[in-house]
């Protein structure tokens, strides 16, 4: 069964840049579309960008042109490229596929 972990998190300035990634074992990560999601405190999770097994990415309009997915099929991991950060960024960010527990998270904390 595969197990994500997510890593990269703190504190950043506004417009600045962060890459978060999304290591797994157990099992393949090209074999299932991978989302980051994200929540910020009293919010609810959102979702943020996904990377389809297909190579396709989508992102949440907000952070579109700002965020970037990426897989890394060498190392197992997804990635998620932050650039541009606003306040508004700040969250807890998770990585999931359809078939994982939700993880620990990231805390990003984006500071003006």
């Known amino acids: 069964q595969v197990q994500l972990v997510e890593s990269g998190g703190g504190l950043v300035q506004v417009g600045g840049s962060v890459r978060l990634s999304c290591a797994a074992s157990?099992?393949?990560?090209?074999?299932?579309?991978v989302g980051w999601y994200r929540q910020a405190p009293g919010k609810q999770r959102e979702w943020v960008a996904t990377?389809?097994?297909?190579?396709?990415?989508n992102y949440l309009y907000s952070v579109k042109g700002r965020f970037t997915i990426s897989r890394d099929n060498a190392k197992n991991t997804v990635y998620l490229q932050m650039n541009s950060l606003k306040p508004e960024d700040t969250a807890v960010y998770y990585c999931?596929?359809?078939?994982?527990?939700w993880g620990q998270g990231t805390q990003v904390t984006v500071s003006a």
């Open positions: 157990g099992s393949r990560l090209s074999n299932n579309d």
């Open positions: 999931k596929t359809p078939f994982t527990l």
């Open positions: 990377f389809t097994t297909g190579g396709t990415t």
